[in-house]
């Protein structure tokens, strides 16, 4: 089983649109978790921590559910410019920044 | 801010030849990361430092892979000899030591043939 795993997609929204995705993490005792945006032939950059309240941050949401071990991200009201790759990304040890990277899910939003 | 510095962006090599690859992270971080992000995954860490010394290169292939970071400033990866599946693009990435944030440089895109 693979650490962190992701549907790698593509998702195809219309512009406007709510989408989400959703990331599974195998490390009961993972502390840090956060989802990271990469676009096509670039590096990735952070979006956005993941906290346990859950957080949000204009259009996007994350939230984070530890007794199933999952990460999920909202995109409300889809823009063209949120088409990337996005990364869930997850610290499994409780000490160093050691990051565990999904294999990411591919989103393309359409005019 | 100057932001993370990878050279070269692109190499072309023949399998078995040798290859290096340079990094300069932002100033004052201590941190340092390689990864290898093969098309259509998530980079994958090869080795981290902690300022000179190693703190984890537990899935870097030591017998063709190899790192330094000797001043605990810029670092450089080599792979001696190379293989069709060194194919990848080659992250480095560093951070401040109280902060888990990672900021990437551009990569270097290696192709094997």
């Known amino acids: 089983r693979k650490e962190v795993e992701q549907d790698p997609g593509p998702f195809n929204v219309p512009e406007g649109a709510t989408v989400a995705f959703n990331c599974t993490y195998s490390n009961s005792a993972s502390q840090s978790f956060f989802w990271y945006r990469q676009d096509c032939r670039k590096e990735p950059k952070l979006l956005m921590s993941?906290?346990?309240s859950g957080n949000e941050d204009g259009r996007f949401t994350a939230q984070l559910n530890r007794a199933s071990q999952y990460i999920s991200l909202l995109i409300r009201d889809s823009k063209l410019s949120d088409s990337a790759t996005y990364l869930c990304?997850?610290?499994?040890?409780?000490?160093?920044?050691?990051?565990?990277f999904g294999g990411g899910t591919r989103l393309m939003v359409k005019p | 801010e100057a932001g993370v510095a990878q050279s070269p962006r692109y190499k072309i090599i023949e399998k078995r030849q040798s290859v290096a690859f340079w990094c300069n992270p932002i100033?004052?971080?201590?941190?340092l990361y390689w990864y290898q992000q093969i098309l259509g995954q998530g980079p994958k860490l090869l080795i981290q430092?902690?300022?000179?010394?190693?703190?984890?290169d537990s899935q870097l292939p030591k017998d063709r892979f190899s790192a330094e970071r000797l001043k605990g400033v810029d670092s450089t990866l080599k792979i001696q000899p190379a293989k069709l599946e060194d194919s990848a693009v080659y992250l480095c990435a560093s951070s401040p030591w109280t902060e888990e944030t990672q900021y990437f440089g551009p990569g270097t895109r290696l192709l094997v043939l």
């Open positions: 993941v906290y346990s």
């Open positions: 430092f902690q300022n000179n010394g190693v703190v984890d």
């Open positions: 100033s004052g971080h201590a941190t």
């Open positions: 990304v997850v610290n499994p040890y409780n000490a160093g920044n050691m990051l565990t």
